[in-house]
């Protein structure tokens, strides 16, 4: 048996956190825009930071697990 939960949940919280794709902050133009499909410096560490955050709090400390077969 195979724990799923670390794949599957890093690469949902990839999509949903890149920058630019759903949200951008902070943004280019404002303090967060929305679906501008662009990205800098600030956008990718804070988004990084949100994820490492998200990611640690789900598999962690909430000991989530997915088995397959």
């Known amino acids: 048996m195979a724990d799923w939960a670390p794949v599957v949940i890093g690469v949902v919280l990839f999509v949903l956190l890149s920058p630019g794709l759903v949200l ?6 404002r303090a967060v825009d929305f679906g501008s499909m662009r990205t800098n410096g600030k956008a990718v560490v804070l988004h990084t930071l949100v994820f490492f955050a998200l990611y640690s709090i789900i598999i962690v400390a909430l000991r989530l697990h997915i088995y397959t077969g």
Do not use: K, V
């Open 24 to 29: 951008e902050a902070p943004g280019t133009h």
